[in-house]
């Protein structure tokens, strides 16, 4: 990624960065002001916990934006269809649904049955009254 590219932002993008105000945050874009260079961003996660769940302004050059990662686990997964249904968008629903099947599928453990057989009560040999 070259610097250029890491001040072409757009809605949806995961960022880290530092606010006016100097805290630290961790979100995503909301709305993008290219006029005025600037990103409003859904803070997620942030030095200052009163900022956290808030949109704010942040200037474009004080914003990075992170790498996409494209393994979850089903908790992640299972998080994002909730955002889906929220916002009522069908098509990542879909893709969601389909990645955790998948998901599922991959972590499945094979169930073999036990080669030993055991015969009788087991505790018999513990019992006290015996």
């Not at 932002?9 to 945050?25: C, K, P, T, V």
């Not at 994002?80 to 893709?95: G, P, R, S, V, Y």
């Not at 955790?100 to 057989?117: C, D």
Request: glycine share 6%; charged share 30%.
């Amino acid at each position: 990624m070259t610097m250029a590219d890491n001040y072409q932002f757009e809605n949806g993008d995961w960022i880290q960065g530092i606010s006016r105000g100097g805290e630290l945050i961790h979100g995503y874009v909301e709305t993008v002001d290219t006029t005025k260079g600037m990103l409003q961003i859904n803070v997620v996660d942030s030095d200052n916990e009163k900022a956290i769940g808030k949109s704010i302004w942040v200037v474009n050059k004080q914003a990075e934006k992170l790498p996409e990662t494209t393994d979850r686990n089903e908790s992640e997964l299972l998080a994002l269809i909730d955002l889906a249904l929220l916002f009522k968008d069908e098509q990542w629903f879909k893709e969601l649904s389909a990645k955790l099947v998948s998901t599922k599928k991959n972590h499945e453990v094979p169930i073999k049955k036990s080669e030993f057989l055991i015969s009788g009560n087991r505790m018999r040999n513990f019992d006290i009254k015996r």
